[in-house]
């Protein structure tokens, strides 16, 4: 049984990375595609851009739960008593999101 690895042109795991200030000494091209692809990436995060956005404030929001709960659970056990402090009222909040 030999260990030998296929690699294919369009093999969609396999990529390059390729830094910027190399790009200009490939050939024309080579250039033009590489530029398409980047292009091509830009317009694809920038139509999803808010949705990431969106995941990443949730993703925020969780660690901050996570903690607030772990906080509660700790004063809980020691008895100690303890209040939020006074925030925005919920308009302000949306007005704010």
Known sequence: M??????TEDD???YYVIPGEAIQYLPAEWREQLQAMADDGRAI?????????????LSFASINLVTLKHVIKL???TGSEWSLP??????????LS
Request: proline share 9%; net charge negative.
């Open 2 to 7: 030999t260990d030998e690895v296929t690699e």
């Open 45 to 57: 995060l920038k139509s999803v851009d808010s949705e990431l956005s969106q995941l990443s404030r």
């Open 86 to 95: 006074k925030g925005p009222a919920p308009e302000e909040l949306k007005r």
């Open 12 to 14: 969609p795991d396999e």
């Open 75 to 77: 004063a809980e056990k």
